[in-house]
T-cell receptor, first 114, second 115 residues
Framework: GENVEQHPSTLSVQEGDSAVIKCTYSDSASNYFPWYKQELGKRPQLIIDIRSNVGEKKDQRIAVTLNKTAKHFSLHITETQPEDSAVYFCAAVRTGFGNEKLTFGTGTRLTIIP | GAGVSQSPSNKVTEKGKDVELRCDPISGHTALYWYRQRLGQGLEFLIYFQGNSAPDKSGLPSDRFSAERTGESVSTLTIQRTQQEDSAVYLC?????????????FGPGTRLTVL
Protein backbone atom coordinates (compact mmCIF):
# COMPACT_ATOMS: atom_id res chain seq x y z
CA GLY A 1 0.00 0.00 0.00
CA GLU A 2 0.87 3.67 -0.09
CA ASN A 3 3.22 5.13 2.50
CA VAL A 4 3.57 8.89 3.01
CA GLU A 5 6.39 10.47 4.97
CA GLN A 6 6.25 14.11 6.05
CA HIS A 7 9.01 16.44 7.25
CA PRO A 8 9.66 18.29 9.40
CA SER A 9 7.43 17.26 12.30
CA THR A 10 7.70 20.75 13.80
CA LEU A 11 8.59 24.05 12.19
CA SER A 12 8.90 27.53 13.63
CA VAL A 13 9.28 30.58 11.40
CA GLN A 14 9.25 34.32 11.97
CA GLU A 15 6.12 36.10 10.87
CA GLY A 16 6.58 37.26 7.30
CA ASP A 17 9.08 34.53 6.41
CA SER A 18 8.30 31.51 4.23
CA ALA A 19 7.59 27.96 5.38
CA VAL A 20 8.09 24.76 3.41
CA ILE A 21 6.76 21.32 4.32
CA LYS A 22 7.82 18.27 2.34
CA CYS A 23 6.21 14.89 1.76
CA THR A 24 7.36 11.78 -0.05
CA TYR A 25 5.17 8.94 -1.23
CA SER A 26 5.89 5.35 -2.19
CA ASP A 27 3.26 4.41 -4.78
CA SER A 28 4.31 5.78 -8.16
CA ALA A 29 0.71 5.41 -9.34
CA SER A 30 -0.60 7.93 -6.80
CA ASN A 31 -2.05 10.86 -8.69
CA TYR A 32 -3.86 13.12 -6.24
CA PHE A 33 -2.26 15.00 -3.36
CA PRO A 34 -4.37 17.16 -1.00
CA TRP A 35 -3.15 19.21 1.94
CA TYR A 36 -5.19 19.68 5.10
CA LYS A 37 -4.79 22.29 7.84
CA GLN A 38 -5.85 21.56 11.41
CA GLU A 39 -5.86 24.49 13.81
CA LEU A 40 -5.60 23.76 17.50
CA GLY A 41 -8.76 22.08 18.73
CA LYS A 42 -10.43 22.29 15.35
CA ARG A 43 -11.21 19.90 12.55
CA PRO A 44 -8.96 19.36 9.50
CA GLN A 45 -9.82 21.45 6.47
CA LEU A 46 -8.67 21.11 2.88
CA ILE A 47 -6.50 24.07 1.88
CA ILE A 48 -5.04 23.09 -1.48
CA ASP A 49 -4.58 20.05 -3.66
CA ILE A 50 -2.68 19.05 -6.77
CA ARG A 51 -3.19 16.39 -9.41
CA SER A 52 -0.36 14.56 -11.07
CA ASN A 53 -0.86 16.23 -14.43
CA VAL A 54 0.53 19.53 -13.14
CA GLY A 55 3.75 20.42 -11.41
CA GLU A 56 2.65 23.43 -9.39
CA LYS A 57 -0.50 25.07 -8.13
CA LYS A 58 -0.88 28.40 -6.32
CA ASP A 59 -3.63 29.96 -4.26
CA GLN A 60 -2.68 33.37 -2.88
CA ARG A 61 0.05 32.79 -0.28
CA ILE A 62 0.12 29.02 -0.53
CA ALA A 63 1.48 26.83 -3.29
CA VAL A 64 2.11 23.16 -3.79
CA THR A 65 4.75 21.63 -6.04
CA LEU A 66 4.93 18.05 -7.26
CA ASN A 67 7.91 16.07 -8.52
CA LYS A 68 6.57 12.79 -9.87
CA THR A 69 9.97 11.44 -10.76
CA ALA A 70 11.25 11.85 -7.23
CA LYS A 71 7.84 11.05 -5.72
CA HIS A 72 7.72 14.07 -3.51
CA PHE A 73 5.51 17.11 -3.12
CA SER A 74 5.81 20.23 -1.00
CA LEU A 75 3.65 22.93 0.54
CA HIS A 76 4.98 26.47 0.41
CA ILE A 77 3.53 29.28 2.53
CA THR A 78 4.85 32.77 1.85
CA GLU A 79 4.54 35.91 3.98
CA THR A 80 3.46 33.81 6.95
CA GLN A 81 0.95 35.22 9.41
CA PRO A 82 -0.03 34.17 12.94
CA GLU A 83 -3.20 32.50 11.65
CA ASP A 84 -1.03 30.10 9.65
CA SER A 85 -0.06 28.42 12.94
CA ALA A 86 -1.57 24.92 12.75
CA VAL A 87 -0.80 21.29 12.02
CA TYR A 88 -0.56 20.57 8.31
CA PHE A 89 -1.17 17.12 6.84
CA CYS A 90 -0.28 15.95 3.36
CA ALA A 91 -1.99 12.98 1.74
CA ALA A 92 -1.71 10.86 -1.37
CA VAL A 93 -4.05 8.54 -3.22
CA ARG A 94 -4.25 6.63 -6.48
CA THR A 95 -7.66 7.48 -7.83
CA GLY A 96 -9.86 5.04 -9.67
CA PHE A 97 -10.26 1.29 -9.27
CA GLY A 98 -12.76 2.02 -6.47
CA ASN A 99 -9.97 3.29 -4.26
CA GLU A 100 -11.06 6.01 -1.90
CA LYS A 101 -8.42 5.75 0.75
CA LEU A 102 -6.33 8.84 1.40
CA THR A 103 -3.03 7.98 3.05
CA PHE A 104 -1.95 10.82 5.32
CA GLY A 105 1.45 11.94 6.51
CA THR A 106 2.08 12.28 10.23
CA GLY A 107 1.69 16.05 10.20
CA THR A 108 3.83 19.16 10.65
CA ARG A 109 3.18 21.53 13.52
CA LEU A 110 3.87 25.02 12.16
CA THR A 111 4.34 27.86 14.63
CA ILE A 112 4.54 31.44 13.43
CA ILE A 113 6.57 33.61 15.77
CA PRO A 114 5.25 37.20 15.94
CA GLY B 1 -25.69 24.93 6.27
CA ALA B 2 -24.84 22.56 9.10
CA GLY B 3 -21.52 20.79 8.96
CA VAL B 4 -20.57 17.29 10.01
CA SER B 5 -21.42 16.63 13.63
CA GLN B 6 -20.19 13.91 15.95
CA SER B 7 -21.24 12.72 19.37
CA PRO B 8 -20.19 12.45 22.05
CA SER B 9 -17.39 15.00 21.91
CA ASN B 10 -15.59 13.20 24.71
CA LYS B 11 -15.92 9.66 25.98
CA VAL B 12 -14.09 8.13 28.90
CA THR B 13 -14.56 4.42 29.37
CA GLU B 14 -13.06 1.53 31.24
CA LYS B 15 -11.02 -1.13 29.52
CA GLY B 16 -13.23 -3.94 28.30
CA LYS B 17 -16.36 -1.84 27.84
CA ASP B 18 -18.05 -1.28 24.49
CA VAL B 19 -18.43 2.21 23.04
CA GLU B 20 -20.50 3.62 20.22
CA LEU B 21 -19.54 6.77 18.36
CA ARG B 22 -21.96 8.65 16.15
CA CYS B 23 -21.49 10.72 13.02
CA ASP B 24 -24.06 12.90 11.28
CA PRO B 25 -22.78 13.84 7.83
CA ILE B 26 -23.73 16.88 5.80
CA SER B 27 -27.17 16.33 4.33
CA GLY B 28 -26.99 14.89 0.84
CA HIS B 29 -23.41 13.69 1.13
CA THR B 30 -23.26 10.12 -0.10
CA ALA B 31 -19.71 9.26 0.99
CA LEU B 32 -18.69 8.97 4.63
CA TYR B 33 -15.30 8.19 6.15
CA TRP B 34 -14.00 7.28 9.60
CA TYR B 35 -10.44 8.08 10.69
CA ARG B 36 -8.48 7.60 13.88
CA GLN B 37 -6.00 10.22 15.06
CA ARG B 38 -3.69 9.17 17.84
CA LEU B 39 -1.92 11.86 19.84
CA GLY B 40 0.71 13.53 17.66
CA GLN B 41 0.00 11.25 14.75
CA GLY B 42 -1.58 11.61 11.35
CA LEU B 43 -5.02 10.54 10.23
CA GLU B 44 -5.43 6.77 10.00
CA PHE B 45 -8.15 5.57 7.61
CA LEU B 46 -10.59 3.12 9.17
CA ILE B 47 -13.57 2.63 6.86
CA TYR B 48 -15.46 4.25 4.01
CA PHE B 49 -19.17 4.18 3.15
CA GLN B 50 -20.80 4.91 -0.17
CA GLY B 51 -24.49 5.16 0.64
CA ASN B 52 -25.13 2.45 3.21
CA SER B 53 -22.54 0.02 1.96
CA ALA B 54 -18.89 -0.16 2.98
CA PRO B 55 -16.74 -1.03 -0.05
CA ASP B 56 -13.52 -0.51 1.89
CA LYS B 57 -13.11 -1.78 5.44
CA SER B 58 -9.39 -2.30 5.08
CA GLY B 59 -8.43 0.11 7.82
CA LEU B 60 -10.38 -1.44 10.67
CA PRO B 61 -7.67 -2.46 13.17
CA SER B 62 -9.35 -5.61 14.44
CA ASP B 63 -12.65 -7.45 14.63
CA ARG B 64 -13.46 -5.42 17.74
CA PHE B 65 -14.16 -2.51 15.41
CA SER B 66 -17.32 -2.32 13.32
CA ALA B 67 -19.33 0.40 11.65
CA GLU B 68 -22.67 0.80 10.01
CA ARG B 69 -24.58 3.47 8.19
CA THR B 70 -28.32 3.71 7.82
CA GLY B 71 -30.58 5.80 5.64
CA GLU B 72 -27.54 7.09 3.77
CA SER B 73 -27.12 9.39 6.72
CA VAL B 74 -26.04 8.65 10.27
CA SER B 75 -23.13 6.31 10.87
CA THR B 76 -22.01 4.63 14.05
CA LEU B 77 -18.58 3.26 14.83
CA THR B 78 -18.61 0.59 17.53
CA ILE B 79 -15.58 -0.56 19.45
CA GLN B 80 -16.10 -3.68 21.52
CA ARG B 81 -14.02 -4.67 24.54
CA THR B 82 -12.05 -1.44 24.40
CA GLN B 83 -8.31 -1.48 25.03
CA GLN B 84 -6.04 1.33 26.14
CA GLU B 85 -4.49 1.52 22.68
CA ASP B 86 -7.91 2.48 21.33
CA SER B 87 -7.53 5.87 23.02
CA ALA B 88 -7.53 8.47 20.24
CA VAL B 89 -9.64 11.07 18.51
CA TYR B 90 -12.06 9.47 16.07
CA LEU B 91 -12.88 11.73 13.15
CA CYS B 92 -15.71 11.38 10.69
CA UNK B 93 -15.78 13.09 7.30
CA UNK B 94 -18.31 13.25 4.50
CA UNK B 95 -18.15 14.24 0.86
CA UNK B 96 -20.72 14.98 -1.77
CA UNK B 97 -19.84 11.89 -3.76
CA UNK B 98 -17.36 9.09 -3.83
CA UNK B 99 -13.86 9.68 -5.07
CA UNK B 100 -10.95 11.46 -3.45
CA UNK B 101 -11.36 14.50 -5.71
CA UNK B 102 -14.49 15.34 -3.70
CA UNK B 103 -13.46 17.43 -0.72
CA UNK B 104 -13.91 15.68 2.59
CA UNK B 105 -15.53 17.80 5.30
CA PHE B 106 -14.53 16.73 8.76
CA GLY B 107 -16.49 16.65 11.96
CA PRO B 108 -15.08 17.89 15.28
CA GLY B 109 -14.16 14.38 16.39
CA THR B 110 -14.82 12.23 19.44
CA ARG B 111 -11.99 12.04 21.93
CA LEU B 112 -12.00 8.52 23.37
CA THR B 113 -10.05 7.75 26.50
CA VAL B 114 -9.82 4.15 27.69
CA LEU B 115 -8.70 3.83 31.29
Amino acid sequence: GENVEQHPSTLSVQEGDSAVIKCTYSDSASNYFPWYKQELGKRPQLIIDIRSNVGEKKDQRIAVTLNKTAKHFSLHITETQPEDSAVYFCAAVRTGFGNEKLTFGTGTRLTIIP
Amino acid sequence: GAGVSQSPSNKVTEKGKDVELRCDPISGHTALYWYRQRLGQGLEFLIYFQGNSAPDKSGLPSDRFSAERTGESVSTLTIQRTQQEDSAVYLCASSRDRGPYNEQFFGPGTRLTVL
